[in-house]
């Protein structure tokens, strides 16, 4: 599993013209499964993402947690964070889970964030998106469940 996260001052994503999520001040959240992603991966993101040091503090660039600010998320399925684009002039997918793998762990993701006690909106799965977002720093930062070490 990988999460892209973007540290923004405020976010929305639209589909079909119509608003279905908005944050101020927080985290985006690309989220991307794979075919060999389980729960224990989501709840490993999770943590990182409701953690990280991604925010300033007065004295210092990176010193508060999502969490810590009070900040929210948007998380968006992106299943092209699985894209192989080492060969050829088109990207494989074939790393990435089917929608009907995909979903419940992304709503497990989606649900993890939660219960850390974070405000989390979101995009919708398997939609065409549009996402609008004011990255703040820029920060941005890639999570892989499997590169734990």
Do not use: C
Request: charged share 25%.
């Amino acid at each position: 599993m990988k999460a892209l996260l973007q540290r923004v001052s405020s976010a929305s994503v639209l589909v079909d013209g119509a608003e279905v999520g908005r944050i101020g001040a927080g985290l985006v959240v690309l989220l991307g499964v794979g075919r060999d992603d389980v729960a224990e991966d989501a709840d490993y993101l999770a943590q990182r993402v409701a953690g990280l040091r991604l925010f300033p503090r007065e004295d210092a660039e990176f010193d508060l947690s999502v969490h810590d600010t009070g900040g929210h998320v948007l998380v968006v399925s992106q299943f092209t964070l699985m894209a192989d684009a080492r060969k050829g002039r088109r990207p494989s997918f074939i790393d990435a889970a089917p929608p009907e793998k995909a979903l419940p762990l992304y709503a497990y993701f989606v649900a993890a964030l939660r219960a850390l006690g974070l405000t989390v909106a979101t995009g919708v799965f398997q939609a065409y998106m549009h996402v609008e977002l004011v990255n703040d720093g820029p920060v941005t930062v890639l999570l892989e469940s499997k590169r734990r070490q």
